[in-house]
Protein backbone atom coordinates (compact mmCIF):
# COMPACT_ATOMS: atom_id res chain seq x y z
CA UNK A 1 0.00 0.00 0.00
CA UNK A 2 1.41 3.69 -0.62
CA UNK A 3 1.58 5.93 1.70
CA UNK A 4 3.21 9.42 2.01
CA UNK A 5 3.17 11.05 5.45
CA UNK A 6 4.21 14.15 5.57
CA UNK A 7 5.84 16.42 8.78
CA UNK A 8 6.94 19.76 9.50
CA UNK A 9 4.03 22.14 9.33
CA UNK A 10 3.39 24.58 11.72
CA UNK A 11 3.27 28.42 12.80
CA UNK A 12 5.92 30.71 11.27
CA UNK A 13 6.29 34.28 11.08
CA UNK A 14 6.51 36.38 7.63
CA UNK A 15 9.99 36.06 6.16
CA UNK A 16 10.43 32.72 8.26
CA UNK A 17 10.85 29.22 7.04
CA UNK A 18 10.15 26.06 7.32
CA UNK A 19 11.24 22.13 5.72
CA UNK A 20 8.70 20.18 4.99
CA UNK A 21 9.45 16.62 4.80
CA UNK A 22 7.55 13.72 3.27
CA UNK A 23 7.83 9.86 4.21
CA UNK A 24 7.11 7.86 1.15
CA UNK A 25 6.64 3.69 1.55
CA UNK A 26 4.85 0.93 -0.46
CA UNK A 27 6.39 1.79 -4.01
CA UNK A 28 9.75 2.42 -5.45
CA UNK A 29 10.38 5.84 -4.41
CA UNK A 30 13.09 6.22 -6.86
CA UNK A 31 11.71 5.32 -9.30
CA UNK A 32 8.67 8.31 -9.36
CA UNK A 33 8.63 11.99 -9.78
CA UNK A 34 7.26 13.28 -7.08
CA UNK A 35 5.21 17.09 -6.19
CA UNK A 36 4.07 19.07 -3.29
CA UNK A 37 0.60 20.98 -4.11
CA UNK A 38 -0.74 22.88 -1.64
CA UNK A 39 -4.48 24.20 -0.97
CA UNK A 40 -5.18 27.23 0.75
CA UNK A 41 -8.17 27.96 2.92
CA UNK A 42 -11.08 27.36 1.24
CA UNK A 43 -9.49 27.37 -2.31
CA UNK A 44 -8.51 25.19 -4.90
CA UNK A 45 -5.45 22.98 -5.58
CA UNK A 46 -2.03 24.80 -6.57
CA UNK A 47 0.87 22.61 -7.96
CA UNK A 48 4.31 24.01 -6.11
CA UNK A 49 7.09 21.98 -7.04
CA UNK A 50 8.19 18.93 -8.78
CA UNK A 51 11.34 16.67 -9.21
CA UNK A 52 11.98 13.95 -11.24
CA UNK A 53 12.79 10.26 -9.79
CA UNK A 54 16.83 11.37 -9.76
CA UNK A 55 16.28 14.55 -8.23
CA UNK A 56 18.53 16.58 -11.09
CA UNK A 57 14.82 17.92 -12.66
CA UNK A 58 12.73 20.45 -10.80
CA UNK A 59 10.26 22.79 -11.41
CA UNK A 60 8.45 25.60 -9.44
CA UNK A 61 5.07 27.88 -9.76
CA UNK A 62 6.28 31.69 -10.20
CA UNK A 63 4.52 32.24 -6.99
CA UNK A 64 7.26 29.85 -5.20
CA UNK A 65 9.99 30.33 -7.18
CA UNK A 66 13.51 31.76 -5.91
CA UNK A 67 11.94 31.09 -2.38
CA UNK A 68 11.21 27.23 -2.07
CA UNK A 69 13.65 24.53 -2.75
CA UNK A 70 12.49 21.07 -3.53
CA UNK A 71 14.94 18.01 -2.98
CA UNK A 72 14.59 14.13 -2.26
CA UNK A 73 16.83 11.69 -0.72
CA UNK A 74 16.02 8.38 -2.38
CA UNK A 75 18.00 6.61 0.26
CA UNK A 76 16.07 7.65 3.07
CA UNK A 77 12.84 7.27 0.63
CA UNK A 78 11.92 11.15 1.87
CA UNK A 79 10.54 13.82 -0.12
CA UNK A 80 11.22 17.42 0.91
CA UNK A 81 10.28 21.03 0.14
CA UNK A 82 12.44 24.28 1.87
CA UNK A 83 10.41 26.91 2.37
CA UNK A 84 12.01 30.26 2.86
CA UNK A 85 11.09 33.81 3.20
CA UNK A 86 7.21 32.42 3.14
CA UNK A 87 4.62 34.83 3.29
CA UNK A 88 1.18 35.23 4.55
CA UNK A 89 -0.28 33.93 0.97
CA UNK A 90 1.71 30.88 1.34
CA UNK A 91 -0.63 29.68 4.25
CA UNK A 92 -2.11 26.52 3.08
CA UNK A 93 -2.85 22.82 3.37
CA UNK A 94 0.74 20.99 1.73
CA UNK A 95 0.53 17.80 -0.17
CA UNK A 96 2.83 15.51 -0.86
CA UNK A 97 1.65 13.27 -4.47
CA UNK A 98 3.48 10.55 -6.02
CA UNK A 99 3.14 11.45 -10.05
CA UNK A 100 3.76 14.86 -11.75
CA UNK A 101 4.93 16.16 -15.15
CA UNK A 102 3.61 13.45 -17.64
CA UNK A 103 2.94 11.00 -14.89
CA UNK A 104 -0.68 10.70 -13.44
CA UNK A 105 -0.93 11.89 -9.85
CA UNK A 106 -2.28 8.97 -8.27
CA UNK A 107 -1.66 9.19 -4.33
CA UNK A 108 -1.58 11.77 -1.70
CA UNK A 109 -0.30 12.48 1.44
CA UNK A 110 -2.95 13.45 4.15
CA UNK A 111 -1.79 17.37 3.96
CA UNK A 112 0.30 19.09 6.59
CA UNK A 113 -0.92 22.95 8.02
CA UNK A 114 1.39 25.71 7.10
CA UNK A 115 0.25 28.96 8.80
CA UNK A 116 2.19 32.04 7.87
CA UNK A 117 1.38 35.09 10.37
CA UNK A 118 2.68 37.69 12.95
CA UNK B 1 0.53 28.37 -18.98
CA UNK B 2 -2.64 25.83 -19.83
CA UNK B 3 -5.66 27.48 -17.76
CA UNK B 4 -8.33 24.36 -17.47
CA UNK B 5 -11.93 26.23 -16.93
CA UNK B 6 -14.30 23.88 -15.04
CA UNK B 7 -18.47 24.15 -15.36
CA UNK B 8 -20.53 25.02 -13.98
CA UNK B 9 -19.26 25.74 -10.45
CA UNK B 10 -21.65 24.61 -8.26
CA UNK B 11 -24.05 21.29 -9.83
CA UNK B 12 -27.41 20.94 -7.49
CA UNK B 13 -28.68 17.41 -7.89
CA UNK B 14 -30.10 14.91 -6.27
CA UNK B 15 -29.38 11.57 -5.31
CA UNK B 16 -29.78 9.42 -8.21
CA UNK B 17 -29.35 11.66 -10.52
CA UNK B 18 -27.07 12.03 -13.43
CA UNK B 19 -23.72 14.66 -13.04
CA UNK B 20 -22.61 16.15 -16.14
CA UNK B 21 -19.27 17.94 -15.16
CA UNK B 22 -16.93 19.90 -18.23
CA UNK B 23 -13.59 21.13 -18.19
CA UNK B 24 -12.13 23.35 -21.28
CA UNK B 25 -8.71 23.46 -21.54
CA UNK B 26 -6.85 26.70 -22.49
CA UNK B 27 -5.00 25.03 -25.18
CA UNK B 28 -4.93 20.97 -26.77
CA UNK B 29 -3.76 18.54 -23.97
CA UNK B 30 -2.77 14.81 -24.64
CA UNK B 31 -5.50 12.83 -23.44
CA UNK B 32 -3.05 10.85 -21.47
CA UNK B 33 -2.43 13.85 -19.48
CA UNK B 34 -5.91 14.30 -18.20
CA UNK B 35 -7.35 13.75 -14.62
CA UNK B 36 -9.89 14.06 -12.53
CA UNK B 37 -9.79 13.96 -8.36
CA UNK B 38 -12.54 13.84 -5.78
CA UNK B 39 -12.36 15.69 -2.37
CA UNK B 40 -14.40 15.88 0.40
CA UNK B 41 -13.59 18.40 3.41
CA UNK B 42 -11.13 17.71 5.37
CA UNK B 43 -9.50 15.05 3.09
CA UNK B 44 -6.94 15.20 0.47
CA UNK B 45 -8.23 14.55 -3.24
CA UNK B 46 -8.62 10.93 -4.34
CA UNK B 47 -7.70 10.36 -8.21
CA UNK B 48 -10.76 9.11 -9.88
CA UNK B 49 -10.07 9.20 -13.93
CA UNK B 50 -6.82 9.41 -15.74
CA UNK B 51 -5.85 9.36 -19.38
CA UNK B 52 -9.29 11.10 -19.88
CA UNK B 53 -11.13 7.94 -19.71
CA UNK B 54 -9.63 4.81 -17.37
CA UNK B 55 -11.03 4.43 -13.92
CA UNK B 56 -8.55 4.56 -11.16
CA UNK B 57 -8.44 1.34 -8.95
CA UNK B 58 -11.65 1.04 -6.40
CA UNK B 59 -13.04 3.68 -8.64
CA UNK B 60 -17.21 2.58 -9.08
CA UNK B 61 -18.16 2.43 -12.81
CA UNK B 62 -20.56 5.46 -12.25
CA UNK B 63 -17.95 7.67 -12.63
CA UNK B 64 -16.76 7.79 -16.64
CA UNK B 65 -14.52 10.45 -18.39
CA UNK B 66 -14.74 11.25 -21.60
CA UNK B 67 -13.04 14.22 -24.52
CA UNK B 68 -10.18 15.23 -26.42
CA UNK B 69 -8.45 17.77 -27.22
CA UNK B 70 -9.49 20.74 -25.34
CA UNK B 71 -12.66 19.63 -24.27
CA UNK B 72 -13.25 16.73 -21.59
CA UNK B 73 -16.36 15.17 -19.24
CA UNK B 74 -16.49 13.58 -16.66
CA UNK B 75 -19.78 11.87 -16.00
CA UNK B 76 -21.57 10.34 -12.66
CA UNK B 77 -24.09 8.16 -13.67
CA UNK B 78 -26.48 8.45 -10.64
CA UNK B 79 -25.62 9.82 -7.62
CA UNK B 80 -24.77 8.55 -4.58
CA UNK B 81 -24.65 9.74 -0.95
CA UNK B 82 -21.46 9.97 -0.79
CA UNK B 83 -20.97 11.62 -4.56
CA UNK B 84 -21.49 14.78 -2.97
CA UNK B 85 -17.68 16.47 -3.32
CA UNK B 86 -15.75 18.95 -5.14
CA UNK B 87 -14.40 17.54 -8.07
CA UNK B 88 -10.79 19.05 -9.79
CA UNK B 89 -9.81 18.38 -13.27
CA UNK B 90 -6.13 18.38 -13.87
CA UNK B 91 -3.16 17.95 -16.35
CA UNK B 92 0.35 17.61 -15.77
CA UNK B 93 1.04 17.16 -20.57
CA UNK B 94 3.12 20.47 -19.96
CA UNK B 95 4.62 22.82 -17.17
CA UNK B 96 3.37 24.62 -15.56
CA UNK B 97 0.95 21.81 -14.22
CA UNK B 98 -2.57 22.95 -13.45
CA UNK B 99 -5.90 22.41 -11.52
CA UNK B 100 -9.07 23.47 -12.60
CA UNK B 101 -10.92 25.85 -10.65
CA UNK B 102 -13.32 22.76 -9.21
CA UNK B 103 -16.96 22.25 -9.49
CA UNK B 104 -18.91 21.82 -6.68
CA UNK B 105 -21.71 19.19 -6.62
CA UNK B 106 -24.06 19.73 -3.59
CA UNK B 107 -27.05 18.05 -2.60
CA UNK B 108 -30.32 19.99 -4.33
Known amino acids: EVQLVESGGGLVQPGGSLRLSCAAS????????MSWVRQAPGKGLERVSG????????SYADSVKGRFTISRDNSKNTLYLQMNSLRAEDTAVYYC???????????WGQGILVTVTS | EIVLTQSPGTLSLSPGERATLSCRAS???????LAWYQQKPGQAPRLLIY???GRATGIPDRFSGSGSGTDFTLTISRLEPEDFAVYYC?????????FGQGTRVEIK
Open chain 1, 97 to 107: AKGGLRVVTDH
Open chain 2, 90 to 98: HQCDSLPIT
Open chain 1, 51 to 58: IGDSGTAT
Open chain 2, 27 to 33: QSISSSY
Open chain 2, 51 to 53: GAS
Open chain 1, 26 to 33: GFTFSSYT
